[in-house]
């Protein structure tokens, strides 16, 4: 057995590797990080890159090209290899878009940080996060759990 692993050699691995998923999944979770604060859901996203604004693009005629095609990665194989066969004068509607959609945010976010300087966004919750916890509280009071439904088997 020259350059091949005993049976012994590999039962040891094996057992290491199931140690390790076992610890994985053994319903402890690891502490969450304090540090980082929430994320705000008023906050302005991000633009798009002028890439994604020509993917945005790209995707509705490549599918009605392709409507058998249903893999993620093939549309975006093919988006690249054509964002980098499209010359700059191509691209330059793109970026363009891209670049009044930078401006835009630009804006949205020196107004959001301004509101965020007056205090009024910190103490105030926002409509979302207000929603999200009220249908939660909601869902666990109107008493109709899965609990019930296993009782009735």
Not at 74 to 96: F, I, N, Q, R, T
């Amino acid at each position: 057995m020259k350059g091949g692993r005993s049976k012994a050699e590999s039962k040891k691995a094996d057992t290491k590797l199931s140690v390790k998923r076992g610890a994985a999944a053994g319903g402890k979770k690891p502490a969450a990080k304090k540090g980082k604060p929430a994320k705000d859901p008023n906050k302005p996203k991000r633009p798009a890159s002028a890439f994604f604004v020509f993917m945005e693009e790209f995707r509705k005629t490549y599918k009605e090209k392709h409507p058998n095609n249903k893999s993620v990665a093939a549309v975006g194989k093919a988006g690249g290899d054509k964002w980098k066969s499209l010359s700059e004068a191509e691209k330059a509607p793109y970026v363009a878009k891209a670049e009044k959609r930078k401006a835009e945010y630009e804006k949205n976010l020196q107004a959001y940080n301004k509101k965020m300087s007056d205090g009024a966004g910190a103490e105030e919750e926002s409509d979302k996060s207000r929603s999200e916890v009220n249908d939660d509280e909601d869902d666990d009071e109107d008493g109709s759990g899965e609990e019930d439904e296993d009782d009735d088997e």
